[in-house]
């Protein structure tokens, strides 16, 4: 009997990314197998996109976050049983706690995933997922996600881009004939005299994947464009966890990012942004 494994945690957005090496493990280890992926209702807006997955069967919708399970989610669960008694059920926690509260010093956020989950460690390569890019037309935009959010006490999120680094971006893009599309939510800044792409999750990471290049401080979609491989730019506060040594067990290994990195986002060198822009647009251009 084949079994249908439902997981992993059901969100934040990036979350849902880097639980696609999970499923890689488990489709590695149990081809036969079927797997309903987790998502709470906050983030099914993401459906459509992991959708694309090879490694995905099917989609479980959680009601509840924090508070898991609520009582739709246990009827839920109920009914799945109830109308397949004939399949061999495994379910992993979708609120799973880290294995270690200092991971981030000892092995990747992919690898991670797996070993709180209880499943064998990923390959280098299995830690660089994938989902087949679909054909889209590019367009003449780079798009940027600042992060710049109220997250408490009425402070902007730490990770965030300052003024200054969005500054070097809109500089560049028109100099470049480029057209700015700022990416990201409702409660974020809008950047003076840039557009905002209105849409769903899936249809920004749609909007991110039609343009040359992403420039995001450590959101979501910087591991949604890693998992189509496209080219990005991403800006890293390396002191964000307690004790971290550096940022890059918490850095895609999308082999088309270039990464920079300080203590805090803020003492990123402006000239260091301007020089990665120029040599991922050149590189673009010759590729």
Known sequence: MSTTYIGFNQGQYGDLFIGLTAC??????????????????????????LEMSEDIDGFIVWDAYDGWPSEKD???LRNLA??????????FSPMQGHSIHDW????????????????PRPTEEEMNFRINKPELEEEKTITICTGRRIVKNNLINPKSLSTELIDIVKNFAEKNNLKLIQIGGSDEEEIEGVERFKGSYSDSVIKVLRSKLLVSCDTGMIWAASAFSHPTIGLYESSYYDSAKHCENWTPKNKNQTTLSANKIGDISPSALKDALAKKH??????
């Not at 493990?25 to 309903?36: G, V, W, Y």
């Open 104 to 119: 981030y010093n000892y092995w990747h956020q992919t690898e991670e995933v797996c070993v709180m989950h209880g499943l």
């Open 282 to 287: 050149n590189s673009l251009r010759h590729s």
């Open 74 to 76: 246990k009827e839920n």
């Open 24 to 49: 890689r493990k488990l489709k590695e280890n149990n081809p036969e197998c079927n797997i309903i992926y987790s998502v709470n209702k906050k983030f099914a807006d993401s459906i459509p996109i």
């Open 82 to 91: 109830k109308k397949n008694e004939h399949i061999n059920y495994h379910m």
